[in-house]
């Protein structure tokens, strides 16, 4: 599998990448809509908060998980395939949903869902977001176990989790392991006809992801669902990506619904402060270094300049790894955030309205460091 290489300059479209990755799912195809009908349905999906939990047990976390996590079978359009994986997430009149990556079904002619209990459907695709790489299928039962959300903003660093999925092919395994990292930013390469993709804050864990884990539950000690594995770094070990459950959970209430989901969208131009300081560049205060707002962007048109240091979005501070992309992540494109910028020695306030990155000009684009 082939590794990108990170950009010194980081383009906020919201994307852009620090960190090397590979989907794993053997290959990935270029994502598509699905060809069949979407009918909509009307479908809340709750949220847990964190409840204490007596000790850290994995057996325990898959008695209340594992029952509805499922194995995709994925036949693609023009042959091939790979498997997956899946977890339920509602019922509506006699249907199920279930959620999974969308590099998983994507340009599927079939999809098989195979649940631990031995039931197996035909499923279809309710609706996919490239952009996220999240989709929706469901199937025609609604007596499935159900998972259930757990809140992703109230993960810490060195939390521990379970991951269970059908990496390989082999179905309903376990790994477990702790959240290494919160607010990463990772990146695919494009090759054979695939594009390059991006994700601007997914959760990092040494929970040990594979083949087949992609669309997978990540979950906390009690078994509530706070991530979606979607990949895995192939030049180390112990290192993979989960995407935050409360993105996971907008993003398929949307697909369930039926509505085409929106992606907070700033179009800046940046770099982190790890980066700016390896490069030589030595300024006061903390935060991300702005290198070009793109023409015609909310970033430009919030007057943001080359030489701005972002220190904040909103109270959250771009520090101890906190990201921009991750600040702006629990925001819906259109609503307002307050930047705090160093520039000149002063700090100054800047009210910025939050684009959709889904209907941004791919024309520009981020200078060469």
Known sequence: MRLVKPSAAIALGLLVATACTTHPIGSRTSPSPSSLPIPTAVVTLPVVSPAPVAGFNPAQVV????????????????????????????????????????????????????????????????????????????????????????????????????????????QSTVTAGIISALHRTISTSASGGVPAESLPDVLQTDAAINPGNSGGPLADAAGNVIGVNTATNSAGQGIGYAIPSLIAKRIAQDLIAGRKPGHPYIGVCYQPEDAF???????????????????????????????DLIEKVDSVELNNGQTLGGAIQTHAPGETVQLTVMRGGSTTTLPLTLGDRSSASTAASCPAP
Do not use: C, W
Request: aromatic fraction near 4%; charge should be negative.
């Open 63 to 170: 008695q209340v998980l594992g029952p509805a996590v499922a194995e995709l079978i994925v036949t693609q359009t023009g042959g091939g395939g790979g498997i997956g994986s899946g977890f339920v997430i509602a019922h509506d009149t006699a249907v199920s949903f279930l959620v999974t990556n969308n590099h998983v079904v994507a340009n599927a002619s079939k999809v098989i869902v195979l649940m631990p209990d031995g039931r197996h459907f035909t499923a279809t695709v309710q609706g996919n977001d490239p952009l996220q790489d999240i989709a929706v299928v469901k199937v025609a039962d609604d007596s499935l176990p159900l998972a259930q959300f757990g809140d992703s903003t109230k993960l810490v660093v060195g939390q521990q989790v379970v991951a269970i999925g059908s990496p390989l092919g082999n």
């Open 277 to 307: 300081l390896a490069g030589g560049v030595d300024v006061a205060g903390y935060g991300v270094l702005v290198t070009a707002a793109l023409p015609g962007s909310p970033a430009a048109k919030a007057g943001l300049k080359t030489g």
